[in-house]
């Protein structure tokens, strides 16, 4: 199973241009550790010093937003994940 996960250049090390990586996982979370995996760097960014995911981060699977309690949610071939920053809130 293949799933793309677009990720904001601003959340890379070094502001690279490889920002879509293909990972694999049956659910958003084995997506995310897959992704750990092929870029080592981005852990700090998308998890906190405990493992958690970061309140830093907006998560959202063919555009729709996950919050934290829904890592475990289902994903199919063809997929996309994005991970950009937070939005901020006024």
Known sequence: MSIKINIDPHLLENHSNNTVVEVRGNTVGECLVHLVKQLPTIKS??????GNLSFAIDINVNLEKIWIEKLAE????????SISPEEAVE
């Open 45 to 50: 960014v998308i998890f906190d010093k405990d």
């Open 74 to 81: 289902p994903v199919k071939d063809g997929d996309e994940i």
